[in-house]
């Protein structure tokens, strides 16, 4: 037994030794390109969906080379520190936002989103102003459209914000809660995408795991390299199923990728207009390079998000006197769009949605 005993300890103090040797290696070789973005989502359900939020009541940290950055998320697991009722209160004017990591706010402070800028800025002129930053990192428009339909109607909110990244087109086939039949039609294709999320509720069930994901390079590199293994993966399905609906373009993006984007944007705006709602879709920028502002909309999608949207912020008319003269994203890390990109965003879709409209 004594043996046994001794033998374990060994054991354990070996594996100890490995892993404070694979700290100090990646820590010396890859500090710069190393993140410490934990995602710490779970599963929630929306009607009879079951998709992923970021845990409720929850307090972590996000660190690269470029800062840390503190995220706080309330009871139901927004990016926000009160809670909300699906009573809106009286007097008050209510935005929901919709959208990814750039929406989330990876590499932002808490109150440098551009939803927290668009609040106070609609306290400003308005008095009383509520913006619920539902964000979620890997979120695609199908994801954003169920929650809207589901969950965020219940809010009672005056304006919907979609966030648009590029890669929400390739995110809605992975996603594959929505296709498009031979009519073209959008109807439902399954009813649950939660990627990573049985995992994670395993292992942050596990005392330590949080504060490893939070401060273990090691750790990092390890979870994220199966993060990405099973992401490619997922990926490469999605790009077999693209193949059996339409022969892609010589572009970026397939035909049916485009077509599977409109349609579901111009159910969301369909679902804002019957229920009173205003529709702003945000061109966040894809790459801001040599002076040069790239859009997330490929040219023939581009002109769909107009004319489904009643506010439509384009990335090159707000950014491009910018591109060259400031950092208009983080320059390591994720790249996500900086607190300047977020504050212009978040003015702009308040004086987008106070100008009277036609």
Not at 22 to 36: K, N, S, Y
Not at 48 to 72: C, K, M, Q
Not at 181 to 187: H, I, K, P, T, Y
Not at 327 to 353: D, K, M, N, T, W
Request: aromatic content about 12%; glycine content about 8%; proline content about 4%.
């Amino acid at each position: 037994m004594k043996n046994r005993i001794a033998g374990l300890a060994v054991f354990a103090v070996v594996m100890l030794g490995m892993l404070l040797i694979g700290e100090w290696v990646i820590r010396g070789l890859f500090a710069d390109e190393t993140v410490l973005f934990p995602r710490y989502h779970t599963d929630v359900q929306y009607g009879d969906y079951t998709l992923r939020r970021i845990r409720p009541n929850s307090r972590f940290r996000h660190a690269s080379i470029d800062g840390s950055w503190e995220f706080v998320t309330n009871s139901q697991g927004f990016r926000n520190r009160e809670d909300f009722s699906y009573q809106k209160p009286p007097n008050t004017f209510r935005v929901l936002s919709l959208g990814d990591s750039h929406t989330q706010g990876y590499e932002v402070r808490q109150d440098h989103t551009f939803s927290a800028v668009l609040e106070r800025y609609l306290e400003k002129h308005l008095g009383s102003a509520q913006v619920l930053n539902t964000g979620v990192s890997g979120f695609s428009n199908a994801e954003a459209l169920v929650l809207l339909e589901n969950e965020g109607l219940r809010y009672d909110p005056d304006v919907v914000v979609l966030g648009f990244f590029g890669n929400d087109l390739e995110d809605n086939i992975k996603a594959g809660l929505f296709k498009l039949n031979e009519a073209g039609d959008l109807v439902p294709a399954r009813y649950e995408h939660i990627p990573g999320v049985r995992i994670q509720n395993i292992i942050y069930s596990i005392p330590g795991v949080q504060w490893l994901s939070e401060n273990s390079y090691f750790y990092s590199v390890l979870f994220n390299s199966t993060w990405d293994f099973f992401k490619n993966r997922l990926t490469q399905q999605a790009s077999e199923q693209v193949a059996e609906y339409a022969v892609p373009q010589k572009t970026e993006y397939s035909n049916y990728e485009i077509a599977l984007a409109e349609a579901l944007l111009e159910r969301l705006h369909q679902v804002c207009k019957d229920n009173g709602i205003t529709l702003v879709v945000v061109d966040i920028p894809l790459l801001v390079r040599d002076g040069e502002v790239v859009s997330s909309f490929p040219d023939s999608l581009q002109e769909a998000a107009r004319q489904h949207s009643d506010i439509f912020i384009d990335s090159k008319t707000l950014f491009s006197d910018y591109a060259g003269a400031i950092e208009l994203q983080l320059p390591h890390g994720h790249h996500h769009i900086s607190e300047f990109s977020h504050a212009l965003i978040g003015v702009a879709i308040g004086e987008g949605v106070l100008r009277p409209q036609d």
